[in-house]
Nanobody
Framework: QVQLVESGGGLVQAGGSLSLSCAAS????????IGWFRQAPGQEREFVAN????????YVADSVKGRFTISRDILKKTVYLQMNSVKPEDTAVYYC???????????????????WGQGTQVTVSS
């Protein structure tokens, strides 16, 4: 079992920055992938970025590439999503998720992740 708790959401103006945190607990994260996803009202949950815990290899969606960065702190067992140059279309509930590193998990397939946090709201004002 992996427990995940997101924090850091809030209201930010377009063009600004925000940093989200995902604190993990439970079993070892070796050979796991931690991902960030988001869901806007009336839309499906979509992949944002993920990081392989052991190798630190990252994968970022085209929609946020160059603006969002994912990283992790081993000692704090925490994954971060640094959001820069945010846009109103970035408004959503942001979730972190985790699971063992399979091809589908690495590819960011929503259905492949078994462990989810409760989500944190990010609102970007124009």
């Amino acid at each position: 079992q992996v427990q995940l708790v997101e924090s850091g959401g809030g209201l930010v103006q377009a063009g600004g920055s925000l940093s989200l945190s995902c604190a993990a607990s439970g079993r070892s994260l070796n050979n796991h992938v931690i991902g960030w996803f988001r869901q806007a009202p009336g839309q499906e949950r979509e992949f944002v970025a993920n990081i392989r815990w052991s190798s630190v290899i990252t994968y970022v969606a085209d929609s946020v590439k160059g603006r969002f960065t994912i990283s992790r702190d081993i000692l704090k067992k925490t994954v971060y999503l640094q959001m820069n140059s945010v846009k109103p279309e970035d408004t959503a509930v942001y979730y972190c998720a985790a699971d063992r590193a399979t091809d589908q998990v690495i590819a960011g397939q929503v259905y492949a992740y078994a462990y989810w946090g409760q989500g944190t709201q990010v609102t970007v004002s124009s």
